[in-house]
T-cell receptor, first 117, second 111 residues
Framework: EPEVTQTPSHQVTQMGQEVILRCVPI?????FYWYRQILGQKVEFLVSFYNNEISEKSEIFDDQFSVERPDGSNFTLKIRSTKLEDSAMYFC???????????????FGPGTRLTVL | GEDVEQSLFLSVREGDSSVINCTYT??????LYWYKQEPGAGLQLLTY?????DMKQDQRLTVLLNKKDKHLSLRIADTQTGDSAIYFC???????????FGTGTQLKVEL
């Protein structure tokens, strides 16, 4: 069964460093998403991406964040200058609105745990 | 704005029914979802309900929606040890695809 994959599973970085989190969405999906979950808190929406542009973003997704689909398979989240409060589990998801019988169901990856020291 | 709340823990005996509750605030919710997260895994969609329905049954899972009280519940019949996981309630509102999640309920199934 196709699945969303994410790398790395755990990333440790120093405050102020740039990080790139990588995701490979399900191959025929058209919408891509990033969510995050700070330890002990809710899963929060960051951004959705469709047709090579951001379709929706939250207040969390400020100028320090960017997303890119550099080729036909990867979807990346870049944090330019990490802060301690960026430490969280980051989930990638993808969906296909044309998939019959579903409600544009979002399929989630296993997450990347980002630790900022 | 949207807010979704759940209780944090639930413990049941194997074979009993589990009921996980969720409340939400946005009356314009279009779809409401239940996701399951097992250790080390992503969020797996279990079931969803459209906001104009009040009940949906899918094998051992029953979803009840009380739109007036903005209350959603997930009932798992004959709970098994493999059902031990974190269960997230989520809503989709408006025309976009953004999901708003609750904090998750940790279900522990005891023998």
């Amino acid at each position: 069964e196709p699945e969303v994959t994410q790398t790395p599973s755990h990333q440790v970085t120093q405050m102020g460093q740039e990080v790139i989190l990588r995701c490979v969405p399900i191959s025929n999906h058209l919408y891509f998403y990033w969510y995050r979950q700070i330890l002990g808190q809710k899963v929060e929406f960051l951004v959705s991406f469709y047709n090579n542009e951001i379709s929706e973003k939250s207040e969390i997704f400020d100028d320090q964040f960017s997303v890119e689909r550099p080729d036909g398979s990867n979807f990346t989240l870049k944090i330019r200058s990490t802060k301690l409060e960026d430490s969280a589990m980051y989930f990638c998801a993808s969906s296909d609105p044309l998939l019959a019988g579903t409600d544009n169901e979002q399929f989630f990856g296993p997450g990347t745990r980002l630790t900022v020291l | 704005g949207e807010d979704v709340e759940q209780s944090l823990f639930l413990s049941v005996r194997e074979g009993d029914s589990s009921v996980i509750n969720c409340t939400y605030t946005d009356s314009s919710s279009t779809y409401l979802y239940w996701y399951k997260q097992e250790p080390g895994a992503g969020l797996q969609l279990l079931t969803y309900i459209f906001s104009n329905m009040d009940m949906k049954q899918d094998q051992r899972l029953t979803v009840l929606l009380n739109k007036k009280d903005k209350h959603l519940s997930l009932r798992i019949a004959d709970t098994q040890t493999g059902d031990s996981a974190i269960y997230f309630c989520a809503e989709k509102t408006g025309g976009g695809n953004k999901l708003t999640f609750g904090t998750g309920t940790q279900l522990k199934v005891e023998l």
